[in-house]
């Protein structure tokens, strides 16, 4: 508990502002902060504060969150009083406002919430080797110097060292390697997370994965679209911004849009104009049965559906005509749909058994899709994240490729997702480097897969490849940054292990999931409390940042905390982090930056710099001639390129391939798009664990909708009938702003379910339910809904585990509960194929999280 004068001090706030009289507290502005979180001024404080102006300063909003927007925050007597949006142009469709959501615009109740952490901490029954290790998650904590906290961390870096060696200690992200490598390193961790099979697969039969690299076309050309399928996105929930904005465009300049999600999400409400609920996971079967009738019913002269043109020159496998050489004729796509080799057509009856939609919507969606001029086949990574899918986002090329929807205006195939959504294409605007030199190199040079990472660990095996299984035996774990333990497969594995091993170190801003199975946490600062830099986004936009706040309490950057350790273990801070001060880095990274010009051509400097400028920031540097001042950026906060229709910005995806694929090849094998690629083959099997066919055969997923069945051909459902999807919600990027008591009361947590399921099984919207997967379970209240189709689960991604010591059933909707720690193919962790079911429970009922006390120490 904290007593109010001692926060004044910490929070800088002059002392005057707080001398009020016991005046009634008014509505007006709020200061940091009492053990309940910001606590209102009164009447004469707040109009001391209002008579000082103040000043708005572009903060970041960092998360990984989907979106980007310009957030400005005012700060009075180095307080942040309130917190604004994109005010710095005006707002039109075809250049938008950068404007922040619900989550950006409650960052004030994040940064100066309660429950930071505030100091570095021990757990109370720590001693070197762990102490009574199983008290993790449930001891109580000490408040420790940095000091000495150091002091801890090297030391148990150097005797877990010698008792084992490097590979005992885990590094699950941040600067720490920095520190590590220089004293032989430490295991890494892996996984495909996002994308599920979009992240390295598609390279090798000629697509994109979609955020680095975009398969699909700007914003602009969106809008030459007749039809847009949106398959699997809710861009309203998981692209805050722009995104959705700019779909209306389109959908105002005339396109149809087809929705095909399991869930009728706001995407749908608002611009579908039809929507096509499809059972988890089953994407491909669907999309089998659709390029079955566009096979059988496509005639090149009455009714022409395929685009033999495009699938002749730009790619190989469609046909016996078209494999290359060496290949096995019989192994064309074409003849495994219509089952001409192993007697199954894959057609919309087939399709329609697995996937639930009806054989006639199937049919008419693929006549639409084939017979339509100009049509954008859009997917998000959710249907990806599924484990089997290796095979899908090549199957979600080949139905591109067969209806030539690709790399012309209008037409295209394939992501949009996160910063991408929407509006493929390279950057227009850019950061510079900070000028920071890279570290050691990382000699032990091992990394396990998420997706068996905590199993692995248990078990003291992991696979390493191809038939390549190695012992591990992990004692110390060091999370420098993520919030892994929360958002990996398998978390009660994870919990176990965590409770195991001899040593355990998160940095961090609150006693997170990480941070509380923890010996040792370490606070960091947020980005508000640092020097500054850029945060990028959708590709027309650039946003600055600088510091709003001092450090919060003894918050220390990530990059700090790095060089104390790495200091303590024997090393100087050069050694560690090279000698850039803050402030230079921070120059570089504006000197550096880069804006497209005029022509589309190339880059030029964004930002001009004088001599003044740099004899003011007292940094080195060269002066440089660019489109706006520094002046401007450190007010503005964002530059953004102006769009219209037709200018030289605008992005059609592999449009040069598909004019000239010779002189433009890909870089796959063939050159060409392979809907039969042995690299893509040979590359899944590389990975160690399940196996692919060389053309999209459809794997129904290990957990997916066939395994709700014990008898899929008897339709006999099993002891696990639903199936568990974790949409990305707009209550939280991932586990981020679970903790903000503005949005536990404007998103409540629960689980939607839906109306069919509740009601068989005696549930009414509000009643707690029980949730119970193969894995693990977990209490929601439950939402019930229409918006679902019946038969699946929506348990939002990225609640806070709160594992009750009584029943040991965890109660915040930690979706990592549910799911098991099974990897396949590519090493895709599989979130979103989870099979359960849920039941009215008996015991207490749960109170909303908004009731919930925060995690202070
Ligand atoms: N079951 C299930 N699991 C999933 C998913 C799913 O759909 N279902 N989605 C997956 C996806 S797509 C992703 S991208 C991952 C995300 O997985 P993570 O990246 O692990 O998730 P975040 O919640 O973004 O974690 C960021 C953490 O870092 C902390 N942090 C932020 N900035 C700083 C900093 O500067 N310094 C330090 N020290 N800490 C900082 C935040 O407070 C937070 O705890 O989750 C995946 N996990
Ligand atoms: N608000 C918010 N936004 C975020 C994030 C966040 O945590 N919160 N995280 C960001 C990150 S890192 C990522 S990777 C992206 C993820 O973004 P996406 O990969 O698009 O994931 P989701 O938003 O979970 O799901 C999109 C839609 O797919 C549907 N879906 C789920 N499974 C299937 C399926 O098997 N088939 C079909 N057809 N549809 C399915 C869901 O119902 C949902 O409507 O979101 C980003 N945006
Ligand atoms: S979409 Fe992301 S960047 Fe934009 S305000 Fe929301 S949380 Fe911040
Ligand atoms: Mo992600």
Redesign the pocket.
């Known amino acids: 508990m904290f007593e109010l004068f001692s926060k004044v001090k910490d929070f800088k706030i002059s002392r005057r502002a707080f001398l009020g009289t016991g005046a009634a507290v008014t509505a007006g502005a709020m200061v940091p902060v009492t053990s309940k979180g910001l606590q209102k001024l009164s009447a004469v404080q707040a109009e001391e504060l209002r008579d000082k102006e103040g000043e708005w300063i572009p903060a970041a909003c ?3 969150c989907g979106g980007r927007c310009l957030l400005k925050a005012h700060v009075v007597d180095g307080v942040v009083q309130r917190v604004k949006t994109d005010d710095t142009r005006e707002d039109s469709a075809d250049n938008p406002q950068q404007r922040a959501c619900v989550r950006g615009r409650s960052q004030r109740q994040q940064v100066y919430g309660v429950d930071r952490l505030k100091y570095p901490m021990k757990r109370k029954h720590w001693e070197p080797g762990g102490g009574d290790k199983a008290l993790r998650g449930e001891d109580e904590w000490e408040r420790i110097s940095w000091d000495e906290a150091t002091d801890i961390v090297a030391s148990e870096i150097e005797r877990i060292k010698g008792k084992y060696d490097n590979r005992s200690i885990l590094v699950t992200g ?1 600067d720490i390697s920095r520190a590590l490598n220089l004293v032989g390193g430490h295991v890494g961790t892996w996984g495909t ?2 994308w599920g099979s979009w992240r390295w697969g598609p390279s090798y039969f000629g697509l994109q994965e979609g955020y680095f690299e975009h398969s699909i076309n700007d914003r602009m050309d969106l809008r030459n679209s007749q039809l847009i399928v949106l398959w699997g996105l809710n861009p309203a929930w998981s692209s805050p911004g722009s995104p959705t904005y700019n779909f209306l465009q389109a959908k105002k300049a005339g396109a149809r849009f087809i929705v095909i999600d399991p869930m009728y999400s706001e995407s749908a409400e608002l611009l579908g104009d039809e929507w096509v609920p499809v059972h988890v996971g089953t994407d491909h079967a669907l999309m089998l049965g659709m390029a079955h009738t566009i096979i059988t019913e496509d005639d090149p002269d009455d009714n022409p559906l395929i685009d033999w043109d495009f699938l002749k020159k730009c790619s190989v496998g469609f046909d016996q005509d078209m494999m290359p050489e060496g290949a096995d004729e019989k192994q064309n796509f074409k003849d495994y749909v219509l089952g001409t080799h192993d007697g199954e057509p894959k057609d919309a009856a087939w399709a329609s058994a697995i996937s639930g939609v009806d054989e006639t919507v199937i049919k008419r969606i693929a006549r639409e899709i084939g017979s339509t001029n100009r049509v954008a086949l859009l997917t998000g990574w959710a249907p990806a ?1 599924i484990k089997n899918s290796d095979s899908w986002p090549q199957m979600f090329m080949t139905f591109g490729a067969m209806t030539g929807h690709m790399a012309k205006p209008g037409r295209m195939t394939g992501v949009s997702c996160h910063f991408g959504t929407g509006n493929g294409g390279h950057r227009l605007v850019m950061g510079g480097g900070s000028g920071v030199p890279g570290g050691a190199e990382n000699e032990v040079g091992e990394s396990i897969v998420h997706a068996e990472m905590w199993k692995a660990i248990q078990n003291g095996e992991y696979t390493a490849g191809y038939n390549d299984k190695r012992d591990i035996n992990i004692q110390m774990i060091y999370h ?5 333990l929360q ?2 497969d398998g978390q009660s594995y994870g919990i176990d292990v965590h409770k195991n091993v001899e040593f355990v170190v998160t ?4 006693i ?1 999931t990480n941070a509380k199975y923890s010996d040792i946490v370490l606070p ?1 600062t947020t ?1 508000w409390e640092r020097e500054g830099g850029f945060n990028v986004g959708n590709r027309d936009a650039l946003f600055y940042y600088r510091r709003v706040i001092e450090p919060m309490y003894e918050a220390k950057d ?1 990059a700090e905390i790095t060089t104390m350790i790495g200091e303590k273990l024997g090393f100087t801070a050069e050694e560690v982090y090279g000698d850039i001060p803050a402030r230079q880095q921070l120059f570089n990274q504006i000197a550096g930056a880069t804006v497209i010009n005029e022509a589309g051509t190339d880059y030029e400097p964004l930002v001009t710099i004088t001599q003044e400028d740099i004899s003011e920031w007292g940094v080195e540097g060269e002066p440089q001639q660019g489109r706006i001042t520094i002046a401007e950026l450190e007010e503005k906060g964002v530059y953004q390129v102006e769009r219209k229709p037709g200018d030289n910005y605008g992005y059609i995806a592999q449009e040069a391939f598909r004019e000239d694929p010779e002189a433009n090849p890909l870089e796959t094998a063939t050159g060409k798009l392979e809907i039969y690629s042995e690299a893509l083959q040979e590359y899944v099997k590389s990975i160690g664990f399940t196996e692919i066919d060389p053309i999209p055969t459809y794997n129904p997923a290990i957990e997916g909708y066939e395994d709700t069945y014990d008898n899929f051909e008897n339709r006999e459902k099993g002891d696990y009938p639903l199936q568990v999807i ?1 949409p ?1 919600y707009l209550r939280r ?4 702003f679970d903790n903000n008591p503005w949005l536990r009361e404007a998103w409540p947590n629960e689980v939607y379910v839906a109306a069919a399921d509740a009601k068989e099984r005696g549930v009414k919207d509000g009643d707690t339910v029980k949730i119970t997967s193969k894995h693990g379970e977990t209490l929601r209240i439950a939402h019930v809904t229409e918006r679902l189709m019946p038969g699946v689960v929506g348990l939002m ?2 609640a806070w585990v709160e594992i009750d010591p009584e029943t040991g059933i965890d109660r915040a909707g930690s ?2 509960i549910l ?1 098991g720690s099974i990897p396949t193919g590519q090493a895709i962790s599989g ?1 979103n194929s989870v099979i359960g079911d849920f039941e009215k429970w008996e015991g207490t009922p749960l109170k909303e999280d908004k009731y919930w006390e925060p995690r202070t120490v």
């Open positions: 960092w998360h990984n941040g997370t996002s994240r420098g940054m993520g919030a892994t958002t990996r940095n961090g801003h609150f997170t960091a980005h990530d974790n990305h990027a991932h586990t981020i991604h990225g979706d990592n799911t979130w």
